[in-house]
Nanobody
Framework: QVQLVESGGGLVQAGGSLRLSCAAS????????MGWYRQAPGKQRELVADISSGGSTNYADSVKGRFTISRDNAKNTVYLQMNSLKPEDTAVYYC?????????????WGQGTQVTVSS
């Protein structure tokens, strides 16, 4: 089992910045890819960015150049630095971790943290 705890959400004006953190605990040695997803009201959950255990990153087109995902493997923590925030970035942001087990891959989710960007 892996537990994920997010922090860092809040209210910010357009153009501002926030940094999200997600700390993993439990069976952390099984974790490979970690990432951030978001879900706005009335919309499906979507990938924002993810990062492999080796540091390879992947971003949604809508956040490229504005968001940066990083990872501290020693602290079992993944970060999302969000700059130049827009009102359309408003959503609940969820941390995600992929855990490799003998029979496949398990996906774990954090509880979510609200990000609200005012215009």
């Amino acid at each position: 089992q892996v537990q994920l705890v997010e922090s860092g959400g809040g209210l910010v004006q357009a153009g501002g910045s926030l940094r999200l953190s997600c700390a993993a605990s439990g069976s952390v040695s099984t974790i490979n890819t970690m990432g951030w997803y978001r879900q706005a009201p009335g919309k499906q959950r979507e990938l924002v960015a993810d990062i492999s255990s080796g540091g390879s990153t992947n971003y949604a087109d809508s956040v490229k150049g504005r968001f940066t995902i990083s990872r501290d493997n020693a602290k079992n923590t993944v970060y999302l630095q969000m700059n130049s925030l827009k009102p359309e970035d408003t959503a609940v942001y969820y941390c995600n971790a992929h855990s490799a087990v003998s029979y496949g891959t398990l996906r774990y989710w954090g509880q979510g943290t609200q990000v609200t960007v005012s215009s």
